[in-house]
Structures are given as C-alpha cells and as structure tokens.
C-alpha cells in the first residue's frame, strides 16, 4: 500500500501536534537486538522502552521523590 505525500503530511502533522519524540542512542548492533526482542514480546519497540522506563520509575519511586512540575 503506497501513501501519498498529502496523507504522510497529515500523519506527520498530528504526530508533531500529539506527541513528544525523544531519541536515544544505543551502540551498533543493539537497535537489532531490541527490535528483535520487541517483536518477540508483540510491541513495538517504542512500547518496549516506554514499559521499561515505567517500570524502572514504578520499582525506584521512593528513591526519586517527588516528579518534577512538567516545563512549557
């Protein structure tokens, strides 16, 4: 299935109006390995990474205190 330009446009139109991107940098060969391993599990690798920083967060909450107030 091909996607016109117009249609891409509106995609990347609401993903810039409804989410943040944050980007990491993992070593060569690891991009693979995560790709590999979220595909085992059935999310994607995007979801892998947001469940395990939420469950790091959820395992080291009384080490962290209180969340910082969110910045416009």
Do not use: C, W
């Amino acid at each position: 299935m091909t996607v016109s330009k117009k249609q891409q446009a509106n995609v990347t139109r609401y993903v810039s109006r409804h989410y943040d991107q944050i980007k990491i940098t993992v070593p060569k060969g690891e991009r693979d390995r995560y790709k590999a391993l979220a595909a085992r599990l059935g999310v994607s690798v995007n979801q892998l990474f947001i469940q395990a920083v939420e469950q790091y967060i959820s395992d080291h909450i009384d080490e962290l205190g209180e969340a910082p107030a969110p910045t416009d």
